[in-house]
């Protein structure tokens, strides 16, 4: 036993764990984990993102409606052909029954789909920058079942900024292989600096269980997917088609491994995946032989407990608090409109985001708004500082803008005493790093400006309104209940319907057909012909505008319209994907 003068054993700190019983919110309920440098954001309902400091390791969009984009892993029963996700996203399946369980060091999702009890673990490394997903499957039912497991994740490398404005260009230079010896895939960007640093991305399993087959790949996002559709209707999962074992060159990267695992009746099966980035390929394979055992899951657990206790105490959060700050990491990264500013306020708003940087801000980060008007909302200020120390340890950066909102002569005294909180100066808001707290006066800005900040804020808060928690609490009580979302008739096998060809006599008057389309003699025009089930290659766009207006439609039926610039005045979104072609216009 340690002496008592011994100051270097922590104080075991309770975890507080958030729970849900639904994947279905009003907005999606985020959670974040890091070791400092690589973090893992993820919804209750199994998606999020993987981000290593500045870069995106997967592809991520903010979308409150779909929450559409994370690292997945589907699971199909080999015998009956059911189709299911360790989380609800991607497959949209409802099970039987559904918990999640956030806490600081872990995450956890279970499920129940006939026989078989899912368990998804996920955790981020406290030694390596590397995560790991592990999957439990245990048969609850009389006879064997043969279980097919398959991750899918799309390969980013590259900051999360640049994959947004240019996707397609972005994916163009992610390189795979497959290491045979270590059955691990691999991922590189390939420089266009030479002083560029090279990044390594390695994902590889651990199983534990009665493998049936060997490993399979993929690492084109066209050949998994298929054209036309979309990751929660894959026909590399829907179709039961084995993986191409592709890699290379890929116009569209993705990472995604297949396990076939055996398990006989009240037996259980386990398999481990993990993603670590690495600086080199040496490293890379590095990761592989140390995390390849069975073991080392039960060490990054421990020690990932172990870091989150010492990090905690060196913020000064106590285990509520944590929670009530994931909280509202969650609602910076998803938009959540419980926590903004009233609807007259967002109306009364006529400025735009170039306008944020008169009171130094871009609005390129979530920015929260703390409005403040008394000395005695300091402690809610200073609250708030923990909560930005402890979400930027997770690798969520925000602004943090204190609104001096005091009257006279009471605003000059409160002033000083929150910019020594912010560790900023000046009465009026002034350009500072990313992710900076701010304080500022309300007298000291426009009324347009004030408008424009409390529009731009994705959660406002104010110390008069009591503490955080029941300020979120309160939120949450006034958030409309969700539309519970039922079982997508699509990932049912369907019967086979039998279409009658009437193209015969269509395609007969063009000239050179494809078995798509062909030239018209009489009209001067290109005639595309799709039977059911039937795709081009890639979408095939018609383009009409004039100097003023422009739009664009695909022979999918797909479209999009913009005003002078197709980039920066879109009025409907262009996804830039020519594998799933996500319509924005819809008739």
């Known amino acids: 036993m340690r002496g008592g003068g011994d100051q270097s054993v922590p104080v075991e700190v309770k975890p507080l764990t958030r729970r849900f019983n639904s994947p279905h919110q009003s907005t999606p309920r985020a959670h974040l984990l890091s070791n400092g440098s690589y973090s893992v954001m993820l919804t209750a309902a199994g998606s999020g993102y993987s981000r290593w400091r500045d870069i995106a390791v997967t592809r991520w969009r903010e979308d409150v409606t779909c929450d559409s984009y994370g690292s997945y892993v589907f699971l199909r029963d080999v015998f009956i052909g059911h189709v299911w996700s360790a989380g609800y996203q991607p497959s949209g399946r409802e099970p039987e029954n559904y918990a999640v369980a956030f806490a600081d060091d872990w995450a956890e999702f279970t499920r129940n789909d006939g026989p078989i009890r899912t368990r998804l673990e996920v955790l981020v490394s406290p030694e390596d920058d590397a995560e790991v997903r592990r999957v439990t499957l245990t048969n609850q039912g009389r006879g064997a079942r043969e279980i097919e497991v398959t991750t899918y994740c799309e390969v980013v490398l ?291 400006s004030l408008a424009l900040l409390r529009t731009a804020a994705r959660v406002v808060v104010a110390g008069r309104n009591g503490p955080l928690n029941s300020q979120l609490a309160r939120a949450e009580e006034a958030a409309p209940l969700p539309r519970q979302q039922r079982e997508n008739s699509a990932s049912e096998p369907e019967d086979d319907a039998v279409v009658p060809s009437g193209l015969a006599a269509q395609t007969a008057s063009l000239e050179y057909f494809n078995g798509l389309g062909g030239f018209d003699g009489a009209t001067n025009e290109y005639v595309i012909l799709l039977e059911e089930g039937q795709w081009t290659p890639a979408p095939w766009i018609n383009v009409i505008a004039n100097p003023d207006f422009g739009v664009l439609i695909s022979a999918d039926g797909c479209g999009s319209s913009w005003s002078l610039n197709a980039q920066q005045n879109q009025i409907t979104p262009w996804c830039n994907d020519p594998v799933s072609n996500t319509p924005a216009e819809v008739v």
């Open 158 to 448: 590259a900051s999360a900024a640049s994959d947004s404005a240019h996707p397609a260009f972005s994916k163009m230079f992610v390189q795979t292989e497959f290491a045979a010896e270590r059955a691990a895939l691999l991922a590189t960007r390939r420089q266009r600096d030479p002083g560029q640093a090279p990044v390594w991305l390695v994902h590889f399993s651990c199983l534990e269980g009665t493998a049936v087959g060997g490993v399979q790949f993929e690492t084109d996002r066209a050949r998994f997917l298929g054209r036309g559709h979309d990751v929660r209707h894959a026909t590399s999962i829907m179709d039961a088609r084995p993986l191409s074992n592709t890699v290379g060159t890929v116009l569209d990267p993705v990472l995604a491994l297949r396990r076939r695992v055996r398990i006989e009746p009240g037996q259980t099966a386990q398999i481990a995946f993990w993603t670590g980035i690495a600086a080199s390929r040496a490293q890379a394979l590095a990761l592989v032989a140390k995390y390849g055992d069975a073991a080392a899951f039960e060490r990054a657990k421990t020690l990932a407990w172990a870091q989150a206790q010492v990090q905690l105490q060196k913020l000064g959060v106590d285990a509520g608090e944590a929670a009530v700050f994931q909280d509202i990491g969650g609602r910076l990264l998803y938009c959540d409109p419980g926590l903004r500013a009233p609807r007259d306020i967002l109306d009364a708003n006529r400025l735009g985001q170039a306008a944020l940087w008169s009171i130094g801000l871009s609005g390129d980060l979530p920015i929260l708004l703390a409005e403040i008007d008394a000395t005695s909302d300091l402690d809610f200020a200073r609250q708030l500082m923990r909560g930005r120390a402890f979400l930027q340890s997770k690798g969520l950066v925000f602004d943090l803008v204190f609104l001096n909102i005091a009257v006279m002569p009471d605003a000059d005294a409160l002033q000083p005493l929150l910019e020594a909180i912010a560790g900023s100066s000046g009465k009026v808001l002034r350009v500072a790093d990313a992710g900076a707290a701010h304080a500022g006066a309300a007298q000291a800005v426009s009324a347009a």
